[in-house]
């Protein structure tokens, strides 16, 4: 049974979309044109995983599905993206990550992502989730929403997964270093969950069957949970320090040409013009060899390869060509820059 789904982030998208709109300045861009990508990026993640799980569950009597969920408790924040609730009242706390490009796990339990071009380490969403564990078993002990069975709660067993996209390649470590049985495709979830109850020790059955609570019991507990959901309001203009009183830049008459040349012109202060690595000089062309793009500089007639840094996150960029226009992008922060044109 589906007690809630996720909410809407169609408004959120919208704003984000309306500021772009803004005669922003260079970092301001970046950070609503990043804001914007990451948004998009977990939406379609989480939209995927809640496909497998209500396909799998929303019909079952025996479990309850909460998505995005966001609970606040004494100054903390947890934002759960999936929760699962079965019979024998386990609580399955399910983070999405849309890895799409794919992840290793070193035997330190340290992750990475690759960008296309190279691995990058993040916050380990093993870690983050075991946090939201926290928050939410302190909320329902709180709260005093286990459910009872003589007057003697029952206990609730908590169980963390991190759920990645089925087209993701996970490079995991040595199992003896360090375990990722709880990191699994979004596909193969329901498979373990059928599988867990398989391996179930005969000994033990009578001792789930007498926990075993009714699906009403789990109806219950779920809405319970669903009721801590608090909402995030967020004012984006804040957050990346937009004035009210800023304007789009059309106008009646048209585009507002002298903001335009203004932007422009503070979006060339950020990015300068290349230059060749021999002499310094920027009588150059930008061409592509056997080993990726390098500059052909016509004053001193030589060629040097092109590794130019990201001058937002000053992370190592890549070069795309778009017809003879060159762009700096940077896969860590996914801001894109005007480079080079050649003439």
Same mark, same amino acid.
């Given at each position: ?7 809407? /982030? ?36 989480? !939209? ?10 929303? *019909? ?5 599905? =909460? ?54 380490? @993040?916050?380990?969403? =093993?870690?983050?989730? *075991? ?8 909320? @329902? ?11 003697? $709660?029952? $206990? @609730? ?8 996209? $089925? ?16 990191? =699994?495709?979004?596909?193969?979830? *329901?498979?373990? /969950? ?14 789930? @069957? ?20 608090? $909402? ?22 048209? =585009? ?6 203004? %932007?422009?012109? %503070?979006?060339? !202060? ?27 500089? %016509? ?21 795309? !060509? ?11 922060? /996914?801001?894109? !820059?005007?480079?080079? *044109?050649?003439?």
């Amino acid at each position: 049974m589906i007690i809630k789904t996720k909410d809407s /982030m169609v408004g959120a998208q919208q704003e984000l979309e309306g500021l772009l709109q803004l005669p922003l300045n260079t970092k301001q861009r970046f950070l609503v044109e990043r804001e914007l990508k990451i948004l998009i990026a977990g939406e379609r993640g989480e !939209k995927d995983s809640a496909y497998f799980l209500n396909f799998a569950y929303g *019909k079952s009597l025996n479990w309850a599905l =909460i998505h995005d969920l966001r609970i606040e408790w004494q100054g903390r924040v947890a934002q759960i993206d999936h929760l699962a609730i079965n019979r024998l009242l386990h609580v399955y706390v399910l983070e999405t990550k849309n890895y799409f490009y794919g992840m290793k796990i070193n035997n330190l339990g340290e992750f990475n992502i690759w960008n296309g071009k190279a691995y990058i380490g @993040i916050e380990s969403p =093993i870690e983050q989730n *075991k946090r939201h564990v926290s928050v939410l078993e302190e909320r @329902i002990e709180a709260r005093k929403l286990a459910p009872k069975r003589l007057g003697i $709660p029952l $206990p @609730i067993q908590y169980k963390p997964y991190v759920l990645v996209s $089925p087209k993701s390649r996970i490079i995991r470590p040595n199992v003896k270093a360090f375990s990722t049985d709880n990191v =699994i495709k979004v596909d193969q979830y *329901k498979t373990l /969950m059928d599988k867990q109850f398989d391996d179930v020790n005969p000994l033990n059955i009578v001792g789930n @069957i007498t926990k075993m609570v009714s699906s009403q019991t789990v109806e219950d507990l779920a809405r319970g949970i669903a009721a801590f959901h608090r $909402p995030a309001a967020i004012d984006y203009r804040a957050k990346f320090g937009i004035s009210e009183q800023l304007e789009p830049r059309q106008q009646s008459g048209g =585009i507002d040409r002298k903001q335009v040349a203004s %932007s422009v012109a %503070s979006e060339s !202060k950020q990015v300068k013009s290349p230059k060749c690595g021999k002499c310094n000089g920027r009588k150059i062309q930008i061409a592509y060899g056997k080993y990726g793009y390098y500059i052909k500089c %016509s004053e001193c007639d030589q060629n040097t390869a092109i590794k130019e840094f990201c001058p937002t996150c000053n992370e190592k960029s890549r070069i795309r !060509k778009d017809k003879n226009v060159f762009y700096l992008e940077c896969s860590p922060c /996914m801001s894109s !820059k005007l480079y080079h *044109k050649n003439t």
